[in-house]
């Protein structure tokens, strides 16, 4: 079995295997994108959650955001000197506002693929 993992569907970014737990404590395996969270159904086995992730992968769509995350990266690091050079947040107040909205896309990465499996 081929254990390598495609990119996320959702941003691009890197997947990994993780594992959960059911209502009864059973283990239980997933893949979940590192960068967004993003997620695929829970299986029994290893290679069934590796199979689901990667069917759902649309490998032109994943370039096309990895492409357009490499530029949107670019203007947050000219945003974040901007900002910087005209003394309106320090590095540190940036950051955090930084990882409010980072966490306010986590949740919205998980509606949509809620309302995705329905």
């Given at each position: 079995m ?11 970014g ?11 404590n ?6 979940e ?22 069917a759902?992968t ?18 947050i ?5 901007d ?19 980072a ?16």
């Open positions: 081929n254990d390598k993992l495609k990119p996320c569907p959702f941003c691009g890197e997947a990994d295997v993780s594992i959960g737990h059911n209502g009864e059973e283990e239980l395996i997933y893949v994108c590192v960068s967004c969270a993003g997620m695929a159904n829970m299986y029994k086995y290893r290679a069934e959650a590796i199979t689901a992730w990667n759902r649309k490998d032109p769509q994943v370039a096309d955001l990895q492409a357009e995350n490499k530029r949107l990266e670019g203007e690091k000219k945003l974040k000197k900002m910087k050079d005209a003394g309106l947040l320090t590095e540190e107040e940036f950051n955090k506002w930084m990882a409010e909205q966490l306010k896309d986590t949740a919205n990465t998980h509606i949509n693929c809620k309302s995705m499996k329905k």
